[in-house]
């Protein structure tokens, strides 16, 4: 056995188990992004509630002080050009986000801005509300295909180390 065949397996194994575990990180992307716009949601409503803002100037607020900001500038700056919040909301960049949260958000864009403050504080407190049982689905789901994938990457390295070997 030369010493370039055991680099070279070596190196294989090396290159799947850093795969794995680059992958597996990635996954926390999603999450992140489901914790900022919940942070975000549950900011609009006490927007709202406290200081009465229609939801325009809410939008405008977030673009500065949101987690979500690029969503809430490229909002604010459709609506200055005349769409409704709806239309501008889901023209603007979202942060990766799964279908559910999509769909979440999505209605919630369709109803904002057409009730009294109580309303809307209800209506944004109740999307947070489901948004955060949907990220806690996604961790658990997220968590387990992580393992799965840095357990395959590890065996995929052995497999190749050993066919090199």
Same mark, same amino acid.
């Given at each position: 056995m030369s010493a370039?065949?055991?680099?070279?397996?070596?190196?294989?194994?090396?290159?799947c188990a850093v795969f794995g575990a680059v992958r597996s990180a990635r996954q926390n992307v999603l999450l992140e992004s489901m914790d900022d716009l919940i942070t975000d949601v549950r900011y609009a409503a006490s927007i709202i509630e406290l200081e009465h803002l229609p939801v325009g100037e809410m939008a405008?607020?977030?673009?500065?002080?949101?987690?979500?900001?690029?969503?809430? $500038?490229?909002?604010?700056?459709?609506?200055?050009?005349?769409? +409704?919040?709806?239309? !501008?909301?889901?023209?603007? @960049? $979202?942060?990766?986000?799964?279908p559910e949260a999509?769909?979440? +958000?999505?209605?919630? !864009?369709?109803?904002?801005? @057409?009730g009294d403050v109580k309303t809307e504080v209800t209506r944004l407190l109740s999307a947070a509300e489901r948004l955060s049982e949907i990220r806690a689905i996604k961790e658990t789901e997220l968590a387990q295909k992580a393992k799965l994938v840095r357990v395959l990457s590890v065996m995929l390295g052995t497999?190749?180390?050993l066919l090199i070997i």
């Open positions: 370039a065949r055991l680099t070279a397996a070596a190196a294989a194994f090396a290159v405008k607020r977030l673009a500065f002080s949101g987690k979500c900001r690029t969503l809430w $500038k490229e909002t604010t700056e459709s609506m200055r050009r005349g769409s +409704t919040f709806e239309k !501008a909301f889901e023209s603007a @960049s $979202k942060p990766p986000l799964c999509v769909r979440v +958000t999505e209605k919630l !864009a369709s109803f904002l801005g @057409s497999a190749f180390a």
